[in-house]
């Protein structure tokens, strides 16, 4: 088992910038891939960033260039940090950990931009 937990959440005005950290315990392997992923009201849960723990990074092409996923092995932590937020940057955002096709999950975290 793996249990995540993310911090850093929070409202932010449009414009604003934000970073939310994960960080995994419990039974963590290599090579393993973590990341986050969003939901926003009534929408499904789209990827955002994802990183191996070798480096090698995924974004969504709509991230790209706004969102930067970083990581400390040495800490089994994951960090998204977000910059020129918009309101539709709104969501839960969720910390993911995958390794030898188990799947696990954070609780999420509310992001919320707006004035």
């Known amino acids: 088992q793996v249990q995540l937990v993310e911090s850093g959440g929070g409202l932010v005005q449009p414009g604003g910038s934000l970073r939310v950290s994960c960080a995994a315990s419990?039974?963590?392997?290599?090579?393993?891939?973590m990341g986050w992923f969003r939901q926003a009201p009534g929408k499904q849960r789209e990827l955002v960033a994802t990183?191996?723990?070798?480096?090698?990074?995924n974004y969504a092409d709509s991230m790209k260039g706004r969102f930067t996923i970083s990581r400390d092995n040495t800490k089994n932590t994951v960090y998204l940090e977000m910059s020129s937020l918009q309101p539709e940057d709104t969501a839960v955002y969720f910390c993911?950990?995958?390794?030898?096709?188990?799947?696990?999950w954070g609780k999420g975290i509310r992001v919320t931009v707006s004035s």
């Open positions: 993911n950990h995958m390794s030898f096709g188990m799947n696990y």
């Open positions: 419990g039974h963590i392997f290599l090579p393993n891939t």
């Open positions: 990183m191996t723990n070798l480096g090698r990074t």
